[in-house]
């Protein structure tokens, strides 16, 4: 069964901190793996998308790392700032017929200064 | 102005009753999508439509029905809504080629009583 699993829940961190979040797949086949931050009361906004050969993508302070052999995920924040503090959902798509997207439940992140 | 606005943002209903979710977007895409989201769960798709003639299934399509009535409309429509549809209602678009929704809008949220 294709499955997204996101740890950890919820995370609390002091601002200016680093931390990585974590997301585990067993999607098969991979096309792509995104990760999206939702802020409280709005949509997801997509962060990184990325590939099957693409092992590290970068967005500003945000670096996503794809290791497709054990098939996991994670995401860095360097220097965490206020408006860090949401939700942030791991996303894999499916390589068949119309690309379906498995969505984790999300790790919920608070910046506290 | 949105790129993606859903209307209404709130809506508080009885069981029985009829409900229309509106979604319009700007943004020129072919592709919308409609999820639901519940806490502690991923978003599941509902429908998604890839340009104004076509209609597909998600994975958790029944008791609802949409609507493509121009390329920048899509409309959800639950036909006699019951609580377990309460729920976080979200519109999305896409391009051809990005392999799933880009732009989100921020939500409706559906309480069913």
């Known amino acids: 069964k294709n499955q997204v699993e996101q740890s950890p829940q919820s995370l609390i961190i002091l601002e200016g901190k680093n931390c990585t979040l974590q997301?585990?797949?067993?999607?098969?086949?991979?096309?792509?793996l995104r990760w999206y931050k939702q802020d409280t009361g709005r949509g997801p906004v997509s962060l990184t998308i990325?590939?099957?050969s693409e092992n590290t993508k970068s967005n500003g302070r945000y670096t996503a790392t794809l290791d497709a052999d054990t098939k996991q995920s994670s995401l860095h924040i360097t220097a965490s700032q206020l408006s860090d503090s949401a939700s942030y959902i791991c996303v894999v798509s499916a390589k068949n017929s119309n690309y379906q997207l498995i969505w984790g439940a999300g790790t919920k992140l608070i910046i506290k200064p | 102005d949105a790129d993606v606005t859903q209307t209404p943002r709130n809506r508080i209903t009885k069981t029985g009753k009829r409900i229309m979710l509106e979604c319009s977007q700007t943004?020129?895409?072919?592709?919308m999508y409609w999820y639901r989201q519940d806490p502690g769960l991923g978003l599941r798709l509902i429908y998604y439509s890839f340009d104004v003639k076509d209609i597909n299934k998600g994975e958790i399509s029944d008791g609802y029905s949409v609507s493509r009535q121009a390329q920048a409309k899509f409309s959800l429509s639950l036909e006699s809504a019951i609580p377990n549809q309460t729920a976080l209602y979200f519109c999305a678009t896409s391009d051809p080629g990005s392999f799933g929704p880009q732009h989100f809008g921020d939500g409706t949220r559906l309480s069913i009583l």
């Open positions: 943004k020129g895409h072919d592709r």
């Open positions: 990325m590939t099957f």
């Open positions: 997301c585990n797949y067993t999607v098969s086949p991979f096309s792509n």
